[in-house]
């Protein structure tokens, strides 16, 4: 079992950028694909990116490719959502999620770990 820890988050202003950090606890970091999710106040959670349990396939939702990159580094057990060019309608608690996997295809749902989640707040 895999236990999921949020950093990163914070408020920031319209244009700006932002890092999130996921680590993750527990044996066989590799064998599980990852994404990051948010939910915006009275709104549902939504996907917002994923990767593979290689790190070689990304997949991102709509409202942010071009500005939302995500990444993994195998030998510190870390997950990576690096944010551009956020506006406001990017505020949400942001939330890393894990699966394990035995293919190497992103996953949009069916997670089955998930950390508290870290707050992204953009001003205008």
């Known amino acids: 079992q895999v236990q999921l820890v949020e950093s990163g988050g914070g408020l920031v202003q319209s244009g700006d950028s932002l890092r999130l950090s996921c680590i993750a606890t527990g044996p066989s970091f590799s064998r599980y694909a990852f994404g990051w999710f948010r939910q915006a106040p009275g709104k549902e959670r939504e996907f917002v990116a994923a990767?593979?349990?290689?790190?070689?396939?990304?997949f991102s939702a709509e409202s942010v490719k071009g500005r939302f990159t995500m990444s993994r580094d195998n030998a510190k057990n870390t997950v990576y959502l690096e944010m551009n060019v956020l506006q406001p309608e990017d505020t949400a608690v942001y939330y890393c999620?894990?699966?394990?996997?035995?293919?190497?295809?992103?996953?949009?749902?069916?997670?089955?770990?998930w950390g508290q989640g870290t707050q992204v707040t953009v001003s205008s």
């Open positions: 990767i593979t349990r290689t790190g070689g396939r990304t």
């Open positions: 999620a894990a699966v394990m996997s035995s293919g190497d295809d992103p996953w949009i749902h069916g997670y089955e770990f």
